[in-house]
């Protein structure tokens, strides 16, 4: 192995790796002694990788958006770009916009090899019918999830019958063929998954439901089966 693909395990070590980790650890992962990984570790520091940390202690790699990107293999470049494809194809607009500027993203930063690789993946995801659109700002839905804030909107059912909800949302998800956010119902009092091209009127409140959502989002889908 050269000494640059070793550099790069390491920080993928270092990446994946339960912080601190010892040097022992490091050493046994990238199959080197542990006199080589101090070197090693000197090296990347040198390089800009900002690594906390000294030996008896453990490493810690603090990630810099400055960095150089991590090296793919090629399994791994296939399935980046079997999932960047599918959000472009199911995916709602700034999804599937966002999904696009990663890839181009990626092929500008990879080495050519690999760039060439991910233009011309063998892998591709295609869908003869996309799912229909929000009729609301996904991108609102997801903000609202993740600030943890309850939602209005007006909705209608399978049968056209029109209500007004408000909500605690927890996540969107594509299920078959259509986007739906899963969300504890105030009016209901219970679970239950809206279609967003059903919803309109789409509001955002200031009422918090901080810190439950990641909670509520996981006994939902242990009730779903998810």
């Keep these: 192995m050269s000494r640059t693909a070793r ?6 070590a270092l990446r994946s790796m339960t912080p601190p ?15 080589t990984l101090y070197r090693d570790i000197d090296a990347l520091r040198g390089l800009g990788a900002n ?11 603090i990630e810099d958006a400055a960095l150089p990107p991590m090296m793919f293999n ?14 472009q194809q199911v995916g709602d607009p700034a999804l599937a916009d966002a999904a696009h500027a990663a890839l181009t993203k990626l092929r500008a930063r990879l080495p050519d090899r ?17 799912p229909p659109a929000p009729t609301v700002d996904a991108r609102l839905l997801r903000r609202a999830a993740w600030d943890e804030v309850q939602v209005r ?6 049968f056209g019958q029109p209500s007004e ?25 219970d679970f239950r998954a809206f279609r967003l091209d059903r919803m309109s009127a789409l509001e955002v409140t200031t009422t918090s439901f901080r810190p439950k959502r990641v909670a509520m989002l996981r006994d939902y889908l242990k009730m779903i089966g998810g």
């Design 51 to 61: 690594i906390e940390g000294a030996a008896g202690f453990g490493y810690t790699l």
């Design 7 to 12: 550099l790069f395990q390491l920080m993928q």
């Design 165 to 189: 909800r408000e909500v605690k949302p927890l996540g969107v998800v594509f299920f078959q063929a259509s986007h739906c956010l899963l969300a504890w119902c105030l009016l209901r009092q």
């Design 21 to 35: 980790v010892t040097a022992q650890q490091l050493a046994d992962e990238t199959g080197v002694s542990e006199r």
């Design 114 to 130: 690999q760039a060439h690789r991910l233009k011309h993946a063998i892998l591709s995801a295609r869908r003869f019918e996309r």
């Design 153 to 158: 909107f007006q909705y209608s059912d399978k």
């Design 74 to 87: 090629d399994e791994e470049i296939e399935a980046l770009v079997l999932g960047l494809q599918e959000v």
